[in-house]
């Protein structure tokens, strides 16, 4: 295992044809051992820059290191210490889930035996035993982006590219996919660089979170410090009288920032966060204000989101412009 930080990158560029900056000058550093969270919206270079960390796109400027090796003069060394998992990625509908880990087995270099042997262990991992001998045609959605993962692990990569992993899935095949990547965190130390459009996905997973807008990171750190650079917590007063709006406006204005609520309710930036609720309470009464309800909400990864991007995040795509000519071999 090389030494240094497990991605890191430096003025990173992409540019297409007709002088389209899909990647603008990234910068980042992802430890060995983290999971990283890269959010974005439709077009703004995500899936551009993990295709070329993943030495499946070239980058026109700027330097980068995967697992310690330079991404353009050792891409061999990078493939070798990686695991991708796209969400566009080609599988055989008429082979089976352990027939193609043993091929995947076979590709990496490993003996008969030590291939079966490791896609028993991975079929345990991702619960797929009682299906490993099925066509791959045959699987749930939720099943093929487990196969996936297991596809991604069998040469047991130091760092796992994840791109957007639970897009399409239920709720419950999502969260035992969230469930078996803390596992392998926590378990194997494995690197997990995830591209995700769910933001929750990103608050539940990620140590550290980077969104990138325009080609250009634009919001990097851990979700708690991003959601306090938003400001403070929202609470909504939903008013039994909705007549009673104007005056309860009144009240609120000097306890924190008024900002535009739902209909028959007032919303506010509360200073004091939790604490200053009994001060909004006694407020409120002492004005003959009747309240149906409230809610304190503290800022959401949303909020940064639209905070950053000034907008909100969307089902997402290929970023990579249409026009754009193929990697170079």
Do not use: C
Request: no cysteine.
């Amino acid at each position: 295992m090389a030494d240094g930080p497990a991605v890191e990158t430096e003025a990173l560029e992409r540019v297409f044809k007709g002088g389209i900056r899909a990647v603008d000058g990234v910068d980042l550093r992802v430890d060995r051992g983290e999971v990283f969270g890269f959010l974005g919206p439709n077009g703004a270079g995500k899936s551009t820059t993990v295709r070329m960390l993943a030495t499946l796109l070239r980058p026109t400027g700027g330097r980068a290191r995967v697992a310690g090796h330079d991404l353009v003069h050792d891409a061999a060394a990078v493939r070798r210490s990686i695991g991708v998992a796209l969400q566009d990625a080609a599988i055989d509908p008429y082979m089976t889930g352990r027939e193609l880990l043993h091929l995947q087995a076979v590709l990496h270099g490993f003996s008969r035996e030590h291939g079966r042997r490791r896609a028993v262990e991975l079929l345990g991992r991702v619960d797929l035993e009682a299906a490993a001998d099925r066509r791959v045609g045959t699987y749930s959605g939720g099943m093929r982006r487990r196969l996936d993962l297991a596809l991604a692990l069998v040469h047991a990569p130091e760092v796992l590219f994840l791109d957007e992993p639970t897009t399409g899935l239920d709720p419950i095949s999502r969260l035992t996919l969230w469930e078996e990547v803390r596992r392998l965190n926590a378990e194997s130390g494995t690197t997990v660089f995830l591209t995700t459009q769910y933001l929750e996905e990103a608050d539940q997973l990620a140590g550290r979170v980077a969104i990138i807008d325009g080609g250009r990171i634009v919001a990097e750190g851990t979700p708690r410090e991003l959601k306090a650079q938003v400001g403070d917590p929202t609470l909504t007063v939903t008013l039994a009288d909705p007549e009673q709006a104007r005056t309860a406006e009144a009240v609120l204005r000097p306890l924190g920032e008024l900002i535009p609520g739902r209909a028959g309710a007032v919303a506010l930036r509360l200073k004091e966060g939790a604490s200053g609720l009994p001060a909004v309470v006694r407020a409120l009464d002492d004005a003959g204000v009747r309240v149906a309800g409230l809610d304190l909400a503290e800022p959401s990864l949303d909020d940064v989101f639209v905070a950053k991007t000034g907008r909100r995040l969307e089902s997402e795509g290929e970023d990579a412009p249409p026009q754009a000519a193929p990697a170079p071999a």
